[in-house]
């Protein structure tokens, strides 16, 4: 295959390969974007696009026999997950020995499959976590913007107040103010105008309808919605579906080649092309990044790159958790998808944690309280490129995973001894009361300011960049998307203004 020669190369279409897409593509560079998930535009028989968390179908999963939801069970019984037929759906679980993280797989990346919650992290944190990055410039500059392209709005807090969709957060909130905790509002990309017509019965349900960690049919802001549609509008941009990156070289001339297998729907791979480039944008997520540069340092193709690509990871400190209530605290047989509220303890110098309260929208009441807590975990995991797989491992154990389970269990700690309530011990297997060995924050493996200089441009590849959560170093103190895009941003501007100046 003769490399098909494009000026810029993306691979990955999540926050980090949107806003680089977007960027180029307006700059007027000829952009060829890889990924390796399905374009998610056409309604499968049952007229919708996405299936249903409660019915989950092929379409649920990437490449699966059974779905692998973050939720395992309920009164211990295994009713959750359900047999499918394997399809590049839209769902990953990647599973490390210690360690199991959740990605989105297509047109979108994580944005299809995500709670939507947009969240800007508090100004002392991110600084603490990224010390040479100009808070200034990103909170007047690049945070507004990220939030601005990605259509985040708030709900309406009367409309909160009174709607039976919310009642499991209110209950919640009402339980964490009895133990002195207090609680803020979560801006979300879910349109809530949107979501009160659900209510109101005028518009089709998604929110409403259960739907979420398989795609959302209505409603949501997800990628393909913004920066992406506004990418493809330039007129410079490409979009390689099923097209998997596996390896990158350096030709003598400087620039870039990625070899990416195209597969079908049965997972083949049919084609395996090259692609030549310039530049090189990786959007590829703190896992798939991570992966091509270690491959790519190992195997000797770019033997340049820094001892820190793989180093730097996290889970963003993610915890799941779930109380049971009194028999006379009803959370709702009604529960919106999206969450809008969180406990804030964020300034608690002893414990700091931010956890959000999250439906488990069963269509039944369980007067389960749910909730994802974000903790400061501060151990970090290494990648290794393994050569028997070709692929990475992950050094985490548990014994660091603990650390988030026990700051979170201090906050929940308080709140069950205020309320006189009790953990719940049915929904995560193996009666644990703590799940802390997933996340759904995969952050760092390529950390700004280590792997990459500050504006992500990678240490030993001259041209080539890293735009998405693996320049995080491992936590950020909320959920990440909206950090990713306004680093993504910020880097953008410097790369186009600076190094295609020249
Ligand atoms: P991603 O969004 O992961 O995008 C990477 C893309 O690259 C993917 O489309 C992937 O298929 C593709 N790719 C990977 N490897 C290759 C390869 N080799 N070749 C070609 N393509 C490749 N964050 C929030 O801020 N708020 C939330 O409410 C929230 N809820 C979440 C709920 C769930 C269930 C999950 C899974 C995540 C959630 N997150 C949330 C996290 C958020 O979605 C991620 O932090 C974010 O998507 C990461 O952005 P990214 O640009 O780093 O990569």
Redesign the pocket.
Known sequence: NAPEHGTALV???????AVAALRLGEAGIRTTV????ALWNRSGPDGRVFCSTAAPDHRSMWFRTRTEAPLATFLWLDVVNKNISPYPGVLDRVRFADMSV?????VG???L???????TPQRAYFSEMLPHVDADEMYRTYFPRANAMLGVNSIDPAWFETTEWYRFSRVSRKHAARAGLRTTFVPNVYDFGYMQREAAGTAVRSALGGEV?YGNNHGKRSLDRTYLAAALGTGNVTIETL???RAVRRERDGTYVVTADRIDLAGKVVETREFGCERLFL????L?TTE?LLRARETGALPGLSDEVGRGWGPNGNVMTGRANHLWDTVGANQSTMPVMGIDDRDNPDNPVFAEIAPLPTGLEHWVSLYLAITRNPERGTFRYDPATDGVRLDWNRAQSQVSAASAKRLFDRINARNATIYRYDLFGGNRTFADDFT??PLGGCVLGRATDDYGRVRGAPGVYVT??SLVPGSIGV????T?TALAERTMSRVIAEDYAR
């Not at 691979?11 to 390969?17: D, H, L, M, R, S």
């Not at 959740?102 to 297509?106: A, E, I, M, T």
């Not at 499959?113 to 969240?119: L, W």
């Open positions: 691979v990955g279409t999540g926050y980090g390969g890889l990924e390796m998930g959740f990605v989105g797989r297509g990346g994580g944005s499959v995500n709670g939507g919650m947009a969240v960690i097209h998997r990156a959007g590829a997520g703190s798939g091509l759904y924050h998405d959560g959920n990440p998307f909206v990713i």
